[in-house]
């Protein structure tokens, strides 16, 4: 029989794994030391540093400027990719389109990141700044294609087809009432693509070239020199921002289940009323 | 307008009318999805200002018919006019019908007045006109002060007007109902059924409604076309429906029936009065007022409704009436009438209802009791097919 006080320490040891090595890095990032491991007392140095590194700075501009680019980019693709194929009950080679889809999920960056390379080389394209976003467009409007297309599986047709009926074009019935009804997973989608590209470094390290250093590249190399405090900064920051948004999503969700608690005791009143 | 039986019923027959042009027209309508044949062949003409009905179980074609006149699909053969114009390849949105759906498709995020205005914006109508079209929408359907709400913060009844009144809102030619009132409980549905009858009068519109509640097409319409597996079984008002099914099936559709298989034994000439028809089913004989294009020998189907079947303990003093000797199975108590189900010797079953006119402990028969079940000649039909 398994006993509460087997749970809590199998619950202990399991959330401690995953989050001990995080806490260390967020500690070390106000240690005043110069060295790692070793406590030399709070500090904010290493952020101001942080921040009068150029080299960290530019990495971190071109990682959300790639972030941004490739996420909305991949966003758009990706939502056209999910309602082709939700929508379009029969075409040829579907089948093979909605397997495709899901490959680069399973796939090896390794494997990503090197036929894109070749692919660039072939066509004789310049790396830098473009090929890594184009690269990431490319991963990530499969995550993106996912998220809408589980959302578009209990969309309600007659919705459309209501709109259609009431003397609405296609084009218009989309942007009027499609997209404003799966504008959650859209966001949804961004955000997923927007992490994705933030934190990727095989398929960037692949397909970047000069002037175009992303946020993990930069990490990377500066590591291989020696893990500093300013590192740890830059880790924490990051940190916290995924935190946020975090919570800001679970926020939003929160706060829509408050209201259809509340429109649904309105509904109840309207019937005696 | 909610209580109220609304206008007298009008002298209403276009159908009658050998010169009457059809409002709409399915002609020689297929729709093929795939193998599976939905719509087979049908042909049905729909007069303007009447409320029609489609009538029949799920899968049987009625709302694929509804969808192709509202455009969402194309017919596989045939045609469709509507005012006499072949509609094939017209849009839906640029079609002159609007539809209330099933599910209401009520856009969840738009308010109760911007539903409304929905349609009447499509067609650039000037603001002012849009809203007092509205105004006048949520006065009809009696939601003015639900106007700011949610679809999400209404009850269904009222999300039900709401769809109601979209439809509505731009005056269509013809609306298209699909089970519009399924969702409802049966008390509103009744009063909204009238309602809906009221308004037709009153707008002057063609409405269509398809509707696998036999209660609903009876109450409302001015005529009903029973379908079965794509094809039209029956078109009819609902009297003729009811008292004249042309078959087995529209038979056992609407209402409660007893079907009694059997075989010509004579018909007119031999019996000497002219359109009565002689059934013999094992053992037992009716005779059926009615001109009949069987002849001797085949196998027909009798049938009468239980409200015109009396029972009696005392066997029927006049013996060319028709009867049936059994003792009684069983027997359902439904408030107004009470439905007796009488067994005869050699096992085969009828029913009989009987109005409960006078109070529950009054009532004479029960349970074992044996009983004759007696029915004039011009009380049931005979079946062909």
């Known amino acids: ?273 | 307008m909610a209580k109220s039986l609304g206008p007298v019923k009008r002298k209403f027959s276009p159908w009658t009318d050998p010169n009457a042009v059809p409002f709409i027209r399915f002609e020689n309508i297929t729709k093929r999805f795939g193998d599976f044949v939905a719509v087979d062949n049908l042909t049905l003409d729909i007069y303007e200002r009447e409320f029609f009905s489609l009538l029949g179980p799920s899968g049987c074609g009625k709302t694929t018919l509804m969808r192709m006149l509202a455009g969402f699909e194309e017919p596989t053969e045939g045609r469709i006019l509507l005012q006499g114009q072949d509609i094939r390849g017209v849009p839906p949105y640029r079609r002159p019908t609007n539809m209330m759906f099933q599910s209401y498709a009520l856009f969840p995020h738009m308010s109760v007045e911007k539903n409304i205005a929905f349609g009447l914006e499509q067609d650039n109508m000037p603001r002012g006109e849009i809203n007092a079209r509205v105004q006048e929408m949520l006065k009809l359907v009696k939601l003015e002060q639900f106007a700011k709400r949610k679809p999400n913060q209404l009850s269904g009844g009222q999300r039900q007007r709401v769809a109601l009144a979209r439809s509505l809102a731009k005056r269509p030619k013809v609306l298209l109902l699909d089970e519009p009132l399924g969702a409802l409980d049966k008390k509103l549905r009744e009063e909204t059924q009238f309602e809906l009858m009221d308004l037709q009068q009153t707008l002057g519109m063609t409405f269509l409604i398809v509707t696998h509640d036999q209660e609903e097409a009876m109450t409302v319409s001015d005529r009903i076309a029973v379908m079965d597996k794509g094809i039209i079984m029956q078109v009819a008002t609902p009297a003729e429906i009811y008292e004249a099914p042309n078959s087995r099936y529209v038979a056992d559709f609407i209402g409660d029936i007893n079907i009694i298989e059997g075989k010509i034994a004579d018909t007119a000439s031999a019996l000497g009065a002219p359109g009565t028809v002689k059934i013999e089913s094992d053992g037992l004989s009716i005779a059926v007022d009615q001109e009949c294009q069987a002849v001797k020998g085949d196998h027909v189907a009798f049938a009468v409704r239980p409200e015109k079947v009396r029972i009696s303990p005392d066997a029927p003093a006049d013996p060319s009436v028709n009867a049936f000797y059994g003792e009684v199975w069983d027997i359902g108590y439904l408030g107004d009438f009470s439905l007796f189900i009488v067994r005869s010797e050699d096992g085969r079953f009828m029913r009989a209802a009987q109005a409960n006119v006078s109070r529950l402990v009054d009532r004479p028969i029960t349970f074992e009791d044996r009983v004759w079940l007696t029915w004039p000649r011009d009380a049931g039909l005979v079946l062909t097919r």
Request: hydrophobic share 50%; proline share 4%; glycine share 8%.
């Open chain 1, 1 to 273: 029989m398994r006993s509460p006080r087997f749970d809590a320490t199998v619950l202990t040891l399991g959330f401690a794994f995953l989050y001990i090595p995080i806490i260390i890095l967020i500690v070390y990032s106000f240690n005043a030391s110069r060295l790692v491991t070793v406590w030399g007392g709070f500090s904010l140095n290493w952020y101001s540093a942080m921040w009068s590194n150029q080299g960290l700075m530019d990495a971190a501009w071109v990682t959300a400027r790639v972030g941004v680019l490739s996420a909305t980019l991949g966003t758009v693709l990706g939502t056209l990719a999910a309602l082709a194929l939700t929508r379009f009950a029969r075409f040829p080679g579907r089948m093979a389109f909605s397997g495709m889809i899901y490959a680069p999920l399973v796939m090896p960056e390794v494997i990503t990141g090197l036929s894109l390379l070749l692919l660039f080389v072939a066509m004789g394209v310049d790396r830098g700044f473009w090929t890594v976003t184009i690269a990431h467009t490319t991963f990530t409007m499969c995550y993106v294609a996912i998220v809408v297309q589980s959302r578009l599986l209990t969309f309600d047709r007659s919705l459309e087809e209501a709109a259609l009926d009431l003397g609405c074009p296609p084009v218009k019935t989309f942007f009027k009432i499609t997209l404003p009804l799966i504008f959650p997973a859209v966001i949804a989608g961004w955000m997923l693509a927007f992490t994705l590209s933030l934190d990727d470094l095989v398929i960037a390290s692949f397909n970047t070239g000069p002037g175009a250093t992303t946020l993990p590249i930069k990490i990377y190399s500066q590591v291989r020199l020696g893990v500093t405090p300013e590192i740890n900064a830059i880790c924490t920051i990051l940190i916290g921002l995924v935190t946020l948004g975090v919570i800001a999503a679970s926020l939003t969700t929160k706060r829509t289940e408050i209201r259809r608690v509340r429109d649904e005791h309105l509904a109840a009143r309207g019937t005696t009323s």
